[in-house]
């Protein structure tokens, strides 16, 4: 209940544009195995284009504030920016620093150095949260145990790591003509994925009453929208109907309704867990609780 509560705040086109996606996609998904066409195996090299035309649109809308900040960093702070923030010049050179030392990092690692360029690119533009979720990831793996902790990211990702690099290094045993091959194949559809999202983004801000914002094509395969498609698809539905049959009025006198399932979930989760850490101290074999979907 906790999922159509937050959708209930949401505005209608992107909640509508959140789970209509996943459905579409499935659709598409099933047509191509209909014919014996992997569609499937395209949609993450769409996906990885859809990251990087997004990004290319958001620095587009941002391209005056941009300039700004660009012409203040080579100019440095003025009186007029105030002297209790931290300047937009120093702001560039801890980027800059995290930059190098994010991409050095990588290159140590084993990766040529122009693949630990675009990786720390798609790290910054992807998930600039990832020190602070990482270091809590670490340490409750390696207090209690990967494979007890999390099998999804104890067992599940390093086997798809492994495997990914094992089919990437035998590709590189591969004749020069089968990596052209397959190097092109994987950039179409990545360019792909770029031209659908570019062509929303066109379409949404040029017709007022266009229904799906890109946001809902760049998440629609992921793993928290596979979980909560549903929930947000009834609370879209929920906010909908109040919408057009009651008016902002009706949809204020419901806004507390929707706010407890929120905090409902919370409490609920935060009870079970509570009960669980206290029958795992009194001898209870350990086992993780699903709270999803919610």
């Keep these: ?20 996606f996943v459905v579409i996609l499935a659709i598409i998904e099933m047509i191509g195995k209909n014919f014996q066409y992997p569609i499937h195996e395209h949609f993450k090299d769409h996906q990885v284009g859809a990251y990087i035309a997004y990004a290319a649109v958001i620095v587009w809308v941002a391209r005056r504030h941009l300039a700004r900040a660009f012409r203040s960093i080579w100019r440095g702070p003025t009186r007029a920016d105030g002297q209790d923030q931290l300047s937009e010049r120093s702001a560039a050179i801890g980027f800059v620093l995290c930059f190098v030392v994010a991409g050095v990092w990588l290159a140590l690692a084993g990766l040529p150095p122009h693949g ?27 207090g209690r145990g990967a494979t007890l902790t999390d099998d999804h990211a104890g067992k599940l990702l ?3 790591t492994y495997n990914s690099s094992a089919d990437f290094a035998n590709l590189l045993q591969q004749s020069p003509e089968k990596i052209r091959t397959e190097r092109s194949r994987h950039a179409s559809r990545v ?11 066109f379409l949404r801000y040029r017709f007022l009453a266009w229904p799906l914002h890109p946001i809902g094509f760049i ?9 909560f498609w549903l929930s947000i698809m009834i609370g879209w ?6 919408m ?33 850490i206290a029958s795992y101290s009194g ?8 709270f999803l979907p919610s």
Aim: hydrophobic fraction near 55%.
């Design 1 to 20: 209940m906790g999922g159509v509560g937050v959708t209930f705040f949401l505005s209608t086109e992107m909640s509508f544009s959140l789970w209509a």
């Design 116 to 142: 630990a360029v675009v990786v720390t690119l798609i790290i910054f533009m992807l998930a600039l949260a990832l020190v602070l979720a990482g270091a809590a990831q670490l340490r409750i793996v390696y």
């Design 158 to 160: 390093p086997e798809r």
């Design 191 to 201: 360019a792909t994925g770029a031209a659908v999202v570019l062509a929303l983004c």
């Design 219 to 227: 998440v629609a395969h992921t793993y928290p929208m596979q979980i």
């Design 237 to 242: 539905l929920c906010k909908t109907l109040v």
């Design 244 to 276: 057009r049959l009651g008016g902002v009025p009706v949809y204020r006198k419901l806004c507390p309704a929707f706010l407890g399932m929120i905090v409902g979930t919370t409490f609920s989760s935060i009870f079970w867990t509570l009960v669980k």
């Design 283 to 290: 001898g209870e074999e350990g086992k993780r609780i699903l």
